[in-house]
Nanobody, 115 residues
Framework: VQLVESGGGLVQPGRSLRLSCAAS????????MSWYRQAPGKERELVAR????????DCADSVKGRFTISRDKAKKTVYLQMNSLKPDDTAVYYCSTKVSLNRYWGQGTQVTVSS
């Protein structure tokens, strides 16, 4: 299982970013996918998750209405569209999935929201 995130960066408050996670090494369409984040000095937290076929999504209350998770079966990629970004969204964002009872993580991508 390999998960590779991209799309992070420095952005001003109120702007948008789209994160991508390219998946390989497993049957992508069979597994739910998630985005987590970890801010300095804080525990890693679940941001959003999407079911294996993309029909069910869920987001943390702190990002509901601003962030959207989606997936592309053909590209084996999961996305996190982040709108109206706030300084509190600053964190390393990780893509994750659970395959055969093992949880796998990408290397993370840094998102910094600052003026």
């Amino acid at each position: 299982v390999q998960l590779v995130e991209s799309g992070g960066g420095l952005v001003q408050p109120g702007r948008s970013l789209r994160l991508s996670c390219a998946a390989s090494g497993f049957t992508f369409s069979n597994y739910a996918m998630s985005w987590y984040r970890q801010a300095p000095g804080k525990e890693r937290e679940l941001v959003a998750r999407i079911s294996s076929v993309g029909s069910i999504t869920d987001c943390a209350d702190s990002v509901k209405g601003r962030f959207t998770i989606s997936r592309d079966k053909a590209k084996k990629t999961v996305y996190l569209q982040m709108n109206s970004l706030k300084p509190d969204d600053t964190a390393v964002y990780y893509c994750s999935t659970k395959v055969s009872l093992n949880r796998y993580w990408g290397q993370g991508t840094q998102v910094t929201v600052s003026s």
